[in-house]
Nanobody
């Protein structure tokens, strides 16, 4: 059974930083792409970033240059380093893993950017 557990959310000021973590279990972590998504109140869930099994990285235009996705296969963990945070980054952030056409999600972690 695949399980994804996010952590690291919280309150940050505009211009500040946070680092999210997602610990995975129940799959051969290193071979699968991992992604981060977010959902703001009243909006649809949107894709933020993906890191492939070979560590290629893709980013949404809205976070490019500010966010960095990385993975540690020894720890079965994927990270999202978020810098230069903006109020519009406020959302619940979800970790995602796609296996055999099926999506697995974590429970989400709240990120709030406010002064």
């Amino acid at each position: 059974q695949v399980q994804l557990v996010e952590s690291g959310g919280g309150l940050a000021q505009p211009g500040g930083s946070l680092r999210l973590s997602c610990a995975a279990s129940g799959s051969i972590f290193s071979i699968y792409a991992m992604g981060w998504y977010r959902q703001a109140p009243g909006k649809q869930r949107e894709w933020v970033a993906t890191i492939t099994g070979t560590s290629a990285r893709l980013y949404a235009d809205s976070v490019k240059g500010r966010f960095t996705i990385s993975r540690d296969n020894a720890k079965n963990t994927v990270y999202l380093q978020m810098n230069s945070l903006k109020p519009e980054d406020t959302a619940v952030y979800y970790c995602n893993q796609k296996i055999g056409g099926r999506d697995y999600w974590g429970q989400g972690t709240q990120v709030t950017v406010s002064s």
